[in-house]
């Protein structure tokens, strides 16, 4: 199995920043994408990036402050949060897929999921 790997992860006081950082073996070949879970609440999609970069796309509640990427090169993939609020707070996990993804906010359409990384933001 594929194994992938969140880093990153903290606390951090509202209206800061945050990195995370995902790595997977051969990432070229994902389609890769962030969801993430806070206590008592569903999971959320975040945030996914086509296999080159090319195209990103983003859920409502980040849509402006995060920005991913990738670098295939080093098979890292990040999620750069900005202006974070408390109700980001949430255990944030790397996903990745074989693609293509026919709707990016469901769960299914990836194959692979990291253990996930905690992100605390304070008041």
């Known amino acids: 199995a594929q194994q992938v790997v969140e880093s990153g992860g903290g606390l951090v006081q509202a209206g800061g920043s945050l990195t995370l950082a995902c790595t997977i073996r051969?990432?070229?070949?994902?389609?890769m994408g962030w969801f993430r879970q806070a206590p008592g609440k569903e999971r959320e999609w975040v945030s996914s990036?086509?296999?080159?970069?090319?195209?990103?796309y983003y859920g409502d509640s980040v849509k402006g402050r995060f920005t991913i990427s990738r670098d295939n090169a080093n098979n890292t993939m990040y999620l750069q949060m900005n202006s974070l609020k408390v109700e980001d707070t949430a255990i944030y996990y790397c996903?990745?897929?074989?693609?293509?993804?026919?709707?990016?906010?469901?769960?299914?359409?990836?194959?692979?999921w990291g253990q996930g990384t905690q992100v605390t933001v304070s008041s």
């Open positions: 996903v990745a897929a074989l693609g293509p993804v026919g709707t990016w906010s469901s769960a299914s359409e990836y194959n692979y």
């Open positions: 051969d990432l070229r070949d994902y389609i």
């Open positions: 990036i086509t296999w080159t970069g090319g195209s990103t």
